[in-house]
């Protein structure tokens, strides 16, 4: 048997004896029982030396596809199944990605890497990053964080709290996940449809029941279903962008208090509005007697940051301490710390202010370019706050004939049917804006419009 091996510079030798012997075994150019050559015949075949096959071949030992007869040598193992494995092409899949180099990425989710504190941030974790914050955080979180947030919502948002109310999380799938475990699998929840999917299915993972509860222009409607939970995002709807206006902020908690549900209110992007005087959060309205009151630090500061708050109620503390004292914390110990300085320095707040007046221009300048180069058969929707719009084409343009084109131009735009529980009749398209530049967002939108 002989066995020939064009050895390239990145990979150790012994890798490559090692793959060549096993694709060939695998594609049955090697038959079981077959005998491999020795170790010093192969050696000398290879010009390498006799640890650099001693290694190939313990590794084929190792997982089974060759095995050792004593004075006798290596054999090929007989395989008694049939596998075919997939032997990726590295030049098409390189070829097609780079014919789909995205140039304009419009996702919703993206901030303005430029305009992040980098340089205060890093100040802060080197300062705590010391010999006594070495431990790690009370399950609930750090409790000078939780004081600062409770500080912090009731200035910003009107939501008057106790630091015991605050739980710190690693985002709103990790304390949505947490609260469902605590009502239980024999729960309901209503969702938002159209939604945020991962909302839905971290709701349905955890084994509650879920219900889809339809939006009309002023958000999520009534629900007529007997529910223990309602999810929803009043100050700007994921994804349609709506704000829910007060008449029906005040008929959601009237109907929560009489068939004594929680809403959990999704507080996500209420910090960039750009039209109007903010509108009081259900939480507010309510003051945390039917509000569980979710908020993050993704869309704010840094999105790899991984840090998220859940306000709850009074009347649900003490049980939910109970229910999850054998927790540990999920978020890291310095992170916390230097956010908590962070916002008693005043830093948070100059940072939001600064990053509004940034988003504020960037939608002015997106919303100017669908109206220059776009007829008015593109409607935008949703676009008194947060960070993306949604674009409803024409009758002429699927979504999916959209994204596709938009793709071939390098550019990405995003679906809003996935948001529906059960798929949506109307062709929309999500348009995020705060990851681009100005220059970006003007050509981005030129280009997309030119190919639609």
């Not at 075994?25 to 029982?33: M, P």
């Not at 007529?224 to 009043?234: G, I």
């Not at 829910?244 to 959601?252: L, N, S, V």
């Not at 809403?263 to 509108?279: N, T």
Request: a neutral charge; charged letters at 20%.
């Amino acid at each position: 048997m002989e066995l020939s091996i064009s050895f390239t510079k990145d990979t150790a030798k012994y890798v490559q004896i090692y793959e060549e012997i096993k694709v060939a075994i695998i594609n049955k150019k090697l038959c079981a029982q077959d005998k491999l050559p020795s170790k010093r015949a192969l050696a000398k075949t290879l010009n390498v030396s006799i640890h650099t096959v001693q290694e190939a071949y313990e590794q084929l030992l190792a997982e089974g596809y060759i095995y050792s007869k004593e004075r006798l040598g290596y054999f090929i193992a007989p395989f008694e199944f049939e596998w075919n494995q997939h032997l990726q092409d590295h030049s098409s899949s390189a070829s097609t990605a780079n014919s789909h180099t995205i140039k304009y990425d419009f996702h919703n989710g993206h901030v303005d890497k430029t305009a992040s504190p980098i340089a205060s941030w890093h100040k802060l974790l080197k300062k705590h990053l010391n010999m006594e914050n070495l431990t790690i955080s009370p399950w609930q979180g750090e409790w000078t964080l939780r004081e600062e947030i409770a500080r912090y919502v009731a200035r910003s948002r009107g939501v008057q709290c106790e630091a015991s109310q605050v739980f710190v999380y690693s985002g709103t799938q990790n304390q949505l996940q947490a609260l469902c475990h605590f009502f239980g699998s024999k729960s309901h929840v209503g969702i938002e449809n159209p939604g945020f999917k991962r909302v839905c299915s971290t709701v349905q993972q955890c084994g509650l029941f879920t219900h889809a509860i339809p939006v009309d222009q002023s958000g999520i409607t009534i629900p007529n279903e007997t529910l223990h939970l309602l999810y929803t995002t009043p100050a700007h709807q994921f994804p349609l962008g709506m704000v829910m206006p007060i008449d029906r902020r005040a008929a959601i908690l009237q109907w929560a208090t009489s068939k004594e549900a929680f809403i959990i209110e999704d507080d996500y992007d209420s910090e960039f509005r750009f039209k109007g005087l903010p509108i009081p959060s259900l939480a507010k309205m309510d003051q945390l007697q039917r509000v569980i009151y979710f908020g993050t630090f993704s869309k704010t500061l840094i999105p790899s940051l991984r840090i998220s708050y859940m306000i709850l109620p009074h009347s649900l503390v003490d049980d939910y301490q109970l229910f999850h004292q054998d927790q540990k914390s999920v978020v890291s110990k310095i992170d916390q710390l230097a956010l908590a300085e962070f916002i008693a320095q005043g830093l948070f707040d100059k940072h939001l202010a600064k990053m509004r007046t940034i988003y504020r221009k960037k939608q002015q300048v997106l919303l100017a370019a669908i109206h220059t180069h776009f007829s008015e058969e593109f409607k935008v929707i949703g676009e008194k706050s947060g960070l993306h719009i949604v674009v409803r084409l024409p009758s002429r343009l699927s979504e999916q004939n959209a994204i596709q084109l938009a793709m071939q131009v390098g550019i990405a735009v995003y679906p809003c049917s996935t948001s529906y529980q059960q798929g949506s009749h109307e062709a929309m398209v999500i348009i995020g804006y705060g990851g681009l530049t100005l220059e970006q967002i003007q050509e981005g939108i030129a280009l997309l419009a030119s190919i639609w």
